[in-house]
């Protein structure tokens, strides 16, 4: 359904910020997303970075701006600027790495503090990522993070792999979803009225991808995709 208020045809610009412990794969599930190539060394991140996708979903056209941070406790100066005006935010974990689902608390509460959001009803998705591991190499099973997102009213979780591309963009496509359901709730509580055209925008392509980005690949990258 498209909002009453929403010029039809029109992109709409999502900000999707990934977060979570460094080394769960952020970067790699972005590239995956992005330009659906994987890397086995990837480079810690420094700071943030930012690429654009363009892609429909359910009907609708939008352009994700994906924010990639840098996990290593070290940076939180350089991402929690960043984190104003967000969307959408995936909390990352690697099912190989006990801390790092541990530490998704700690991301859960450093979003919503920094963002300024009602963390109840804001779209978060738990991600977890290096699901192609063995089985004797998880420490993470799906019925702890259920838990886990019960505990913290967090509707949507999903296991993916950034290296065999298992669930990358069904992460992404679920996140949207999440994040068009508040959205109608809010249209709901609000008399349909209330809708921000402000964020019905076209990007300008030839802009600066990132901020304090220690990557090598930094331009902007717009792609296309169109899901069945
Ligand atoms: P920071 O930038 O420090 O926050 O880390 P990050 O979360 O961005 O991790 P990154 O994407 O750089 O990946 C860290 C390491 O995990 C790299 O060696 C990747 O090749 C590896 N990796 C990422 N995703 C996967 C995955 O799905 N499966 C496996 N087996 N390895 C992965
Ligand atoms: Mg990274």
Known sequence: MTSPMRPKNKNILLKVVILGD????????????????????????????????????????????????AGQERFKALRTPFYRGSDICLLTYAVNDRDSFKGLKHWREEFIKYADVDGDSFPFIVVGNKNDVSASEREIGPDEVLAWCQEFHVVSFIETSAKTSENVSAAF??????????????????????????RTVQLDSRSKSSCCSGNRNSQLRQTHEVLQ
């Not at 959205?183 to 009225?193: F, Q």
Request: aromatic share 10%; with cysteine; glycine share 8%.
């Open 22 to 69: 460094g080394g769960v794969g952020k970067s790699c599930l972005m590239n995956r997303f992005m330009s659906n190539q994987f890397d086995e060394n990837s480079f810690h991140t420094i700071g943030v970075e930012f690429l654009n996708k363009d892609i429909e979903i359910d009907n609708d056209k939008y352009t994700l701006q994906c924010w990639d941070t």
């Open 173 to 198: 496509i679920m996140a949207v979803r999440e994040w068009k359901k508040c959205e109608r709730n809010t249209d709901l509580t609000d008399g349909g009225d209330a809708i921000d055209l402000t």
